[in-house]
Nanobody, 119 residues
Framework: VQLVESGGGLVQAGGSLRLSCAAS????????MGWYRQAPGKQRELVAS???????IYGGSVKGRFTISRDYAKNTVSLQMNSLKPEDTAVYYCNVVGRTTNWAEFASWGQGTQVTVSS
């Protein structure tokens, strides 16, 4: 299973960015799609995740500012990030969990995309 991320970049505080991730390969089903982030010197943390029935969860620091959405037909997930803060600066990783056509479970990570918010 391959993940291709797009979006990210440099933005001023208060601005917006949109990240997208497309999953492809021998996918039978996807349980959850989400985004994690890792800032320098910090552990990777959950930003947002969305399940198979549209149930979404968010990390506490992004609630009310970020919105995750999913296209079930295209196996894509997007993260709309508004009111960005300098502390949102990190490498953002797409994560997808599901089953392959061989019925094997998988958990795949994207290559990461840099988000930098300037003050």
């Amino acid at each position: 299973v391959q993940l291709v991320e797009s979006g990210g970049g440099l933005v001023q505080a208060g601005g917006s960015l949109r990240l997208s991730c497309a999953a492809s390969g021998s996918i039978f089903s996807i349980n959850a799609m989400g985004w994690y982030r890792q800032a320098p010197g910090k552990q990777r943390e959950l930003v947002a995740s969305i399940g198979s029935v549209g149930n979404a969860i968010y990390g506490g620091s992004v609630k009310g500012r970020f919105t995750i959405s999913r296209d079930y037909a295209k196996n894509t997930v997007s993260l709309q990030m508004n009111s960005l803060k300098p502390e949102d600066t990190a490498v953002y990783y797409c994560n997808v969990v599901g089953r392959t056509t061989n019925w094997a479970e998988f958990a795949s990570w994207g290559q990461g995309t840099q988000v930098t918010v300037s003050s």
